[in-house]
């Protein structure tokens, strides 16, 4: 996922009940101007972490990061985080590896998936136990559409002049979930590209000429499903919510009345005007506040667990016990 820009206003942000929130005009809203004017995260950056820093987004090579969960739990510790949560795509095959080194480590290990949901939207579980339950159940089926996606991808690879097969790919990703990065590993490794950025605007992005839509489920259908597993559901990277003419606000209103408990306001790459924003929109609504780098590793090198990019991520434990207040 891109960072978002640091000059970025929401989209669809300036409703009238969010110029309300914000205490500023619609010219200004649109302008970025006046979110100062309320209490929000630091903008500047740090290199100390604070005491009982965590993490809540983060992605392993079970899915499409470059760590094994053991690694990424000894690099929490090694930053000096409290807590990590492992929240892979569409699965948690490395909760039960990361739990053990957690417990090794001395650090809590929050166990969550993401889930993706069509139009840009990605939810983030939190405190989702593995094994049987309403959400866990089904992203099996989601898997399952991953595999045909991914075969239908190598076909149009093929197709491009691409010489590439699905076990290369499957390879790359050695366990798990078969993910979009590994395919640019793979692409890179061949030449055919020279970067993560190339093969994705290129081949694998929404606008590539290789990529295949796979198989998702609503957020209206994941929230309650979420709440039923004892989850805590928090909704991911906003500013890739694709909401057509829709006002956000109006979006996480109905959101939350399906039971989305927070919303990511600290996240790479926004700056103080979008996190002020963001935190006075969750505060209208009711929701919590919630944060993490969305760390992947080597496939994301301009990111560090723990910190964002250059510092501009630093998620407080309090955040983590608001959250898991809601913990049902």
């Given at each position: 996922m891109?960072?978002a820009?640091?000059?970025?206003?929401?989209?669809?942000?300036?409703t009238?009940?969010?110029i309300?929130?914000l205490?500023?005009s619609r010219?200004e809203?649109?302008?970025?101007?006046?979110a100062g004017?309320?209490g929000?995260a630091?903008?500047?950056?740090?290199?100390?972490?604070?005491?009982?820093?965590?993490d809540?987004?983060t992605?392993?090579?079970?899915?499409d990061?470059?760590d094994t969960p053991s690694e990424?739990v000894a690099l929490a510790?090694e930053?000096g985080?409290?807590?990590?949560?492992l929240?892979d795509h569409d699965?948690?095959?490395?909760?039960a590896?990361a739990r053990?080194?957690?417990a090794?480590a001395d650090i809590?290990?929050?166990?969550?998936?993401?889930?993706?949901?069509?139009?840009?939207?990605?939810?983030?579980?939190?405190?989702?136990?593995?094994?049987?339950?309403?959400?866990q159940?089904?992203?099996?089926g989601?898997?399952?559409g991953?595999?045909?996606?991914?075969?239908r991808m190598v076909?149009?690879?093929v197709?491009?002049?691409i010489?590439?097969?699905?076990?290369?790919?499957?390879?790359?990703a050695r366990?798990g979930?078969?993910?979009r990065?590994?395919f640019?590993?793979?692409?890179?490794?061949k030449?055919?590209v020279?970067?993560?950025n190339?093969a994705?605007?290129?081949?694998l992005g929404?606008?590539?000429?290789?990529?295949?839509?796979?198989?998702?489920?609503?957020i209206?259908?994941?929230?309650?499903?979420?709440?039923?597993?004892?989850?805590?559901p928090?909704?991911a990277?906003?500013?890739?919510a694709?909401l057509?003419?829709?006002p956000?606000f109006?979006?996480?209103?109905?959101?939350k009345?399906l039971?989305l408990?927070?919303m990511e306001?600290l996240?790479p790459?926004y700056d103080g005007?979008r996190?002020?924003a963001?935190r006075?929109?969750?505060?209208?609504?009711?929701?919590l506040?919630?944060?993490?780098?969305?760390?992947?590793g080597a496939?994301k090198?301009?990111i560090?667990?723990?910190?964002?990019?250059d510092?501009d991520?630093?998620?407080?434990e309090?955040?983590l016990?608001?959250l898991r207040?809601?913990?049902?």
């Open positions: 891109r960072a820009s640091a000059t970025d206003v929401p989209p669809n942000f300036c009238t009940s969010a309300g929130l205490g500023v010219r809203c649109r302008e970025g101007v006046g004017r309320r929000g630091d903008t500047k950056h740090t290199d100390t972490l604070p005491p009982m820093a965590v809540l987004h992605h392993s090579r079970i899915s990061g470059s990424l510790a930053e985080l409290s807590a990590v949560a929240t699965t948690q095959e490395g909760i590896e053990e080194a957690a090794r809590e290990l929050i166990p969550g998936v993401e889930v993706s949901c069509g139009r840009g939207t990605h939810l983030v579980a939190l405190f989702l136990e593995p094994g049987p339950g309403p959400l159940d089904r992203l099996a989601i898997r399952h991953r595999e045909t996606r991914n075969a076909e149009r690879l197709e491009l002049g010489d590439i097969t699905i076990d290369e790919v499957e390879q790359e366990v979930v078969v993910g990065p590994h640019a590993a793979v692409l890179i490794r030449g055919a020279e970067t993560m190339e994705f605007d290129r081949y929404n606008r590539g000429a290789a990529y295949v839509p796979r198989g998702t489920f609503s209206e259908e994941a929230l309650p499903l979420a709440r039923a597993s004892g989850a805590v928090v909704l990277h906003p500013h890739t694709e057509g003419d829709e956000l109006d979006y996480l209103v109905r959101l009345d039971g408990v927070g306001v996240y790459g005007v996190r002020n963001y006075a929109l969750a505060d209208g609504v009711g929701l506040v919630s944060g993490g780098s969305d760390h992947h496939y090198p301009h560090r667990l723990g910190r964002g990019i510092g991520v630093v998620v407080p309090s955040v016990d608001d207040a809601h913990v049902r």
